[in-house]
């Protein structure tokens, strides 16, 4: 059974950074997908990044060049690095995976999902 246990959320000013961790469980092999998504109050859930099998990375356009995913695959470990924060970064941030590699991150339906870490950025 695969779970997904993430950390590293939390409070901070605009401007500044955090990094989110994910640790995946249960799984015997290396080959899947994972990602980040985010939900805010009151609007839908979205894809912020992703980071398939063969290390392909994709972003939402709303966080390009400033997020970074990465993953240790020995650790089956993600991360995102998450700099210049704005407040409408604040949100739930859920870490996902997958068997199969996204075919675009906005459509992407993970099968497994984190319980999530709140990120709150003040102005």
């Known amino acids: 059974q695969v779970q997904l246990m993430e950390s590293g959320g939390g409070s901070v000013q605009a401007g500044g950074s955090l990094r989110l961790s994910c640790t995946a469980s249960?799984?015997?092999?290396?080959?899947?997908?994972m990602g980040w998504f985010r939900q805010a109050p009151g609007k839908e859930r979205e894809g912020v990044a992703s980071?398939?099998?063969?290390?392909?990375?994709a972003y939402a356009s709303s966080v390009r060049g400033r997020f970074t995913v990465s993953r240790d695959k020995a650790k089956h470990t993600l991360y995102l690095q998450m700099n210049s924060l704005k407040p409408e970064d604040t949100a739930m941030y859920y870490c996902?995976?997958?068997?199969?590699?996204?075919?675009?991150?906005?459509?992407?339906?993970?099968?497994?999902w984190g319980q999530g870490t709140q990120v709150t950025v003040s102005s």
């Open positions: 996902a995976s997958d068997d199969l590699d996204p075919v675009a991150l906005a459509r992407w339906v993970p099968g497994h």
């Open positions: 980071i398939d099998n063969a290390g392909t990375t």
């Open positions: 249960g799984y015997t092999y290396t080959f899947y997908s």
